[in-house]
């Protein structure tokens, strides 16, 4: 069936880098934009980026464009997402989520990454 | 940026209530790449609406989207238990992708 499994839990301290995998089965891996949506804990979603994994093209959103770095294995259908200069702000649950490249539907969530930023 | 914003903020309804949950743009997006999600507590979102009137693969015809421009809407037209959540919009009509605030259905 169509998934993304995404990387464990991770405990940070401010001005640490962390960083994410996301592996996708049961799809054609480059026919689908992988997105990163994070939420901080009793918040909204709050869009991060997306990565074409066909040619590798990335598009990050304003708030984050120089901490920000994704990129991707086609060799094993996995996506990266790298947050560098944590901060206690960044504490929240990390979700990839797959997008056609029609519609920009967000149709498939991986299951989630909480990343707790604390000194 | 695209700034959405959802009302109201919370719905108190009964089960077998219709819900209308409205989603106001900050400026014209494209029918193209407005979407709504459902969100229960401790999982990830659900796609229930894409392209402002398109079912997601799966949802109940209960769900359903109109609108255009700056002014989108979703229906739930006979409240079920499992409908009881928080409801998002969205748009990537013009970068960067935003969302709304949310609306919360809970239970009268």
């Known amino acids: 069936q169509v998934q993304l499994v995404q990387s464990g839990a991770e405990v940070k301290k401010p001005g640490a880098s962390v960083r994410f995998s996301c592996k996708a089965s049961?799809?054609?891996?480059?026919?689908?934009?992988i997105h990163w949506v994070r939420q901080a804990p009793g918040q909204g979603l709050k869009w991060m980026g997306l990565?074409?994994?066909?040619?590798?093209?990335?598009s990050y959103a304003p708030f984050l464009l120089d901490r920000i770095t994704m990129a991707r294995d086609t060799s094993t259908t996995t996506v990266f997402m790298e947050l560098s200069g944590l901060r206690s702000e960044d504490t929240a649950v990390y979700f990839c989520?797959?997008?056609?490249?029609?519609?920009?539907?967000?149709?498939?969530w991986g299951q989630g990454t909480t990343v707790t930023v604390s000194s | 940026e695209i700034v959405l914003t959802q009302s109201p903020g919370t719905l108190s309804l009964s089960p077998g209530e219709r819900a209308t949950l409205f989603c106001r743009a900050s400026?014209?997006?494209?029918?193209?790449?407005l979407a709504w999600f459902q969100q229960k507590a401790g999982q990830a979102p659900r796609l229930l609406v894409y392209?402002?009137?398109r079912r997601a693969t799966g949802i109940p015809d209960r769900f359903s989207g109109s609108g255009s421009g700056t002014d989108f809407t979703l229906t739930i037209s006979r409240l079920q238990p499992e409908d009881f959540a928080v409801y998002y919009c969205?748009?990537?009509?013009?970068?960067?992708?935003?969302f709304g605030g949310g609306t919360k259905v809970d239970i009268k």
């Open positions: 049961g799809y054609t891996f480059t026919a689908y934009y």
């Open positions: 400026q014209s997006v494209s029918n193209t790449y």
């Open positions: 990565i074409n994994p066909s040619s590798g093209t990335t």
């Open positions: 989520v797959r997008s056609d490249m029609d519609y920009y539907g967000l149709d498939v």
């Open positions: 969205q748009q990537f009509s013009t970068s960067p992708l935003t």
């Open positions: 392209g402002a009137s």
